[in-house]
T-cell receptor
């Protein structure tokens, strides 16, 4: 059982480049999330999805886009990378009941130079 | 005011010691409460859920105080392997997870 799989684990981008962070889960969870974590800070919600075809903004959505065409996949797109987007990104999923744990991917360390 | 606030620490304790710390939350409608553990910027992993009556899991005890809007975590007989950052997580409804910034615990030999 793979759980939540994120790729890539590390990436260096130049300012203005674009990239997609991939996230897939095999637990049939309806709820999926993208967080970023800056040094010494908690996780901040970028976008979330409550099911295929439904996405919504979190606390810090500017500079990012998402799509949810299937239950399993929830990619995060950075269109014009900026140094402020240097962070560690985590994808997570839950069953949506609010009573059970959230499962996280291993994270993507992104540096924008 | 932040939704979830934690004492960042660090708490530096010797092996075998007891360490305890709190987390406060701002929304009285919060429904579920959890402690997650995070090692060296790896992904957070569930340590334990926090129930209204309080609960234990081995050396770990979690308490919830709804009146004062805080939860606590106590670690007894600390081990070197307990060194980590402990994240307080509060759910407002079925999808919204709010994370504290974490409390760092370092257990020394």
């Amino acid at each position: 059982n793979a759980g939540v799989t994120q790729t890539p684990k590390f990436r260096i981008l130049k300012i203005g480049q674009s990239m997609t962070l991939q996230c897939t889960q095999d637990m049939n969870h309806n709820y999926m999330y993208w967080y970023r974590q800056d040094p010494g800070m908690g996780l901040k919600l970028i976008y979330y999805s409550v099911g295929a075809g439904i996405t919504d903004k979190g606390e810090v959505p500017n500079g990012y886009n998402v799509s949810r065409s299937t239950t399993e996949d929830f990619p995060l797109r950075l269109e014009l990378a900026a140094p402020s987007q240097t962070s560690v990104y985590f994808c997570a999923s839950t069953d949506g009941t609010g009573m059970t744990e959230a499962f996280f991917g291993q994270g993507t360390r992104l540096t924008v130079v | 005011r932040k939704e979830v606030e934690q004492d960042p620490g660090p708490f530096n304790v010797p092996e075998g010691a007891t360490v305890a710390f709190n987390c406060t939350y701002s929304n009285s409608a919060s429904q579920s409460f959890f402690w997650y553990r995070q090692d060296c910027r790896k992904e957070p992993k569930l340590l334990m859920s926090v129930y209204s009556s309080g609960n234990e899991d081995g050396r770990f005890t979690a308490q919830l105080n709804r009146a004062s809007q805080y939860i606590s975590l106590l670690i007894r007989d600390s081990k070197l392997s307990d060194s980590a950052t402990y994240l307080c997580v509060v759910t407002l409804n079925d999808y919204k997870l709010s994370f504290g910034a974490g409390t760092t615990v370092t257990v020394r030999a």
